[in-house]
């Protein structure tokens, strides 16, 4: 896959663009288990610590621990982005295939996938890696923010 490099720890490959969601100006360390809030902070064009801290009081108001690493339960998270007006939409159905990132519609989305969540800006996958090959369940995306 051809690779562009860009200022800093950024890089653009197509239909992925390495992008942290700010963790690396608050956290160190590369394999965080943080895929909700940098996604979240992406989508939702928000600061990452804000997000951060969004997911994991919600985490601990849900009986776990007060983190938003190793991973958050879907009903957790999907609380959080209801509260700022996103819905859940489920992915396409195809014959013969699953969906992936390049069936959603065009906008700011938050995709589910197995085990993983990742930003969406305009069929541009966003994220600390290149989950392309990954199977979507559904999105998430606020009213109005997708076109067809």
């Known amino acids: 896959m051809e690779l562009e490099k ?3 720890t950024n890089e653009r490959r197509r239909n992925f663009a390495y992008n942290d969601g700010g963790r690396s100006q ?3 360390g590369k394999n965080a288990g943080d895929c909700v809030a940098r996604a979240m902070a992406i989508a939702l064009q928000l600061d990452y610590k804000t997000c951060y801290d969004e997911l994991a009081a919600a985490n601990v108001k849900a009986g776990g621990k007060k983190t ?6 879907r009903k957790t998270y999907e609380k959080v ?3 700022h007006g996103w819905k859940w939409h489920p992915a396409p159905k195809f014959e013969g295939r699953k969906a992936r990132y390049y ?11 197995a085990r993983h969540v990742s930003a969406l ?8 890696w290149d989950c392309s090959q990954k199977m979507v369940y559904g999105y998430f995306a ?3 923010n997708t076109t067809g």
């Open 6 to 8: 860009l200022s800093g």
């Open 26 to 28: 608050y956290f160190k």
């Open 68 to 73: 938003a690493r190793d991973g958050l339960l």
């Open 81 to 83: 982005l209801n509260q």
């Open 103 to 113: 069936d959603m519609p065009k906008g700011r989305l938050i995709m589910r996938m």
């Open 121 to 128: 800006v305009d069929q541009e996958i966003h994220d600390t």
């Open 142 to 144: 606020k009213t109005n």
